[in-house]
């Protein structure tokens, strides 16, 4: 973009923020046209305002048209100057005396306008008068152009400051709303979040008798839901991807030895929604811990296949050990907290369903949930943690 094109385009932007285009007439400024008629014995007088492709009057007397081309309109050769342009005999000057208005039906002769200026420097249009045949004007009514004009640039400036006041307010009052919504919003889903924990505690709490058991019961599904809430709060709580989950969630529990351990994990690229991403979560974290402790990951030197996939409008992730002797071969003697967080308490956050099987080739979990329950682009499920 050239210096000159640059600077037409700040020109008409400070004519737009005006609002002044296409405005019903108004007495201040047909009162300008008036005065100028008036003043200098016209039969024509305008207040144009010279757009991209056209130029509009905001005024006339004299004429019933409200706009003409830019190309052929005096005004848009008037307002390349600060001082006034005036034209004594269009048919004797070489810009005009083949346009239109000269040629044709209008006879425009005689041209004389000012241009109206802001503080900006931008000159917007002009205030104007013609007649049909050749004149001269004196330096007084050229002044009085010139201080018609200035109250029209006062006038437009005092408009473009009201249309900016008011967009600033709208702007402000949009501001509010919206930090009020995202407040709402973080205020919903750390409810949420608070739920789960209290959920995780109060269940925890009928089996543990002792404050030190309680707190070593809860307290790495506690560390996991943290992860993933910092996760979603880094990603503005637009949701997580799964696998960003999944490693959030285990990574409280292996460490920075993520990738050397015998676990790999696998599948597309799947956005969560926030209370997805919570739930699932706890089942990895609870997989884990069980691998670490009994399973595949502790010392057996066995491995762990975590996957998931979409088969149709179903997320299917599964939990798979290998080598890992007797625990995994049959189910524990009694159903504990972590086996009700696997098998009931997290599917049913996820509107899902899970399955556990104990083979002699070793411990698989499986977990299945509808997408539209569990995208981002798909609905909240409502159901969290509850100690009922």
């Not at 960003?244 to 409280?252: F, I």
């Not at 790999?264 to 956005?271: E, H």
Request: charged residues 25%; contains cysteine.
């Amino acid at each position: 973009m050239t210096d000159s094109q640059a600077q037409e385009a700040n020109r008409l932007a400070a004519l737009h923020r005006t609002g002044i285009l296409d405005t019903p007439p108004e007495e201040t400024f047909d009162r300008f046209c008036r005065i100028a008629a008036n003043a200098i014995d016209v039969p024509v007088a305008l207040v144009s305002l010279v757009d991209d492709h056209r130029q509009w009057f905001k005024a006339r007397l004299g004429i019933d048209d409200p706009e003409t081309p830019r190309e052929i309109a005096f005004c848009a050769h008037a307002i390349q100057n600060d001082d006034p342009l005036v034209v004594e005999n269009a048919l004797e000057d070489p810009r005009f005396r083949s346009n239109p208005l000269v040629t044709g039906d209008t006879h425009v002769r005689f041209y004389a306008g000012a241009p109206i200026i802001l503080s900006g420097g931008y000159r917007l249009g002009t205030v104007c008068v013609l007649d049909t045949n050749p004149r001269q004007i004196s330096e007084g009514q050229r002044q009085i152009l010139v201080d018609l004009a200035g109250l029209a640039a006062r006038e437009l400036e005092i408009r473009a400051g009201a249309a900016f006041a008011e967009e600033r307010r709208e702007i402000a009052e949009e501001r509010a709303m919206s930090a009020e919504l995202v407040a709402k919003e973080m205020n919903h889903r750390m409810g949420n979040l608070f739920a789960q924990v209290s959920g995780l505690v109060s269940m925890a709490a009928r089996e543990h008798d002792s404050p030190a058991d309680l707190v070593s019961a809860v307290r790495e599904r506690v560390i996991a839901l943290k992860s993933v809430n910092d996760l979603l709060v880094e990603q503005k709580f637009r949701g997580a991807s799964l696998r960003d989950v999944a490693e959030a969630a285990l990574a409280p529990l292996i460490g920075e030895k993520l990738g050397e351990t015998g676990l790999v994990i696998s599948g597309d690229d799947l956005p969560l929604n926030d209370k997805a991403a919570f739930n699932i979560a706890l089942v990895l974290s609870e997989l884990g811990t069980n691998a670490l402790k009994y399973g595949a990951l502790s010392d057996r030197g066995g491995r762990v296949s975590l996957f998931w996939q979409r088969e149709g409008e179903v997320l299917r992730l599964v939990w798979q050990e290998s080598d890992t002797g007797d625990w995994g071969a049959r189910p524990p003697h009694r159903q504990g907290f972590g086996s009700l967080l696997l098998d009931r308490v997290a599917p049913a956050g996820l509107m899902g369903q899970a399955a556990r099987r104990f083979t002699e080739a070793g411990y698989s979990y499986e977990l299945t949930a509808k997408l539209a329950h569990i995208t981002q682009e798909g609905l909240l499920a409502d159901s969290v943690i509850t100690s009922s």
